[in-house]
């Protein structure tokens, strides 16, 4: 599985955007996907994370009501709408993806296998 994460940039405060990562193979519905990031000096975390149906979503509580990640099956891609952006989201964002990661362990990015390229996202205050 290769996971191509984009859309990343550049935007002020309280603005918008949204990453998208896409998988390579035919088997995506099979796989969890979450996001991460990591921002200079600090340890990669957890954002938010959707199950292969997408009934089933999960979010770090620094985004909880101002990112929402969505999946598109058929298009092979995972969706990470962020809202109400903040200087503290800056950071390289990845995209990961993993066959049995479930339940409460969405969180923990040592589960995941497949993991895109990051993209930089930069809040201006």
């Known amino acids: 599985v290769q996971l191509q994460a984009c859309g990343g940039g550049l935007v002020q405060t309280g603005g918008f955007l949204r990453l998208s990562c896409t998988a390579s193979?035919?088997?995506?519905?099979?796989?969890?996907m979450g996001w991460f990031r990591q921002a200079p000096g600090k340890e990669r975390e957890f954002v938010a994370a959707?199950?292969?149906?997408?009934?089933?979503?999960y979010y770090a509580d620094s985004v909880k009501g101002r990112f929402t990640i969505s999946r598109d099956n058929a298009k092979n891609t995972v969706y990470l709408q962020m809202g109400s952006l903040k200087p503290e989201d800056t950071a390289v964002y990845y995209c990961?993806?993993?066959?049995?990661?479930?339940?409460?362990?969405?969180?923990?990015?040592?589960?995941?296998?497949?993991w895109g390229q990051g993209t930089q996202v930069t809040v201006s205050s």
């Open positions: 959707i199950s292969r149906s997408g009934g089933s979503k």
């Open positions: 990961a993806s993993d066959l049995g990661v479930s339940g409460p362990y969405y969180y923990r990015a040592e589960l995941y296998t497949y």
């Open positions: 193979g035919r088997t995506f519905s099979s796989y969890a």
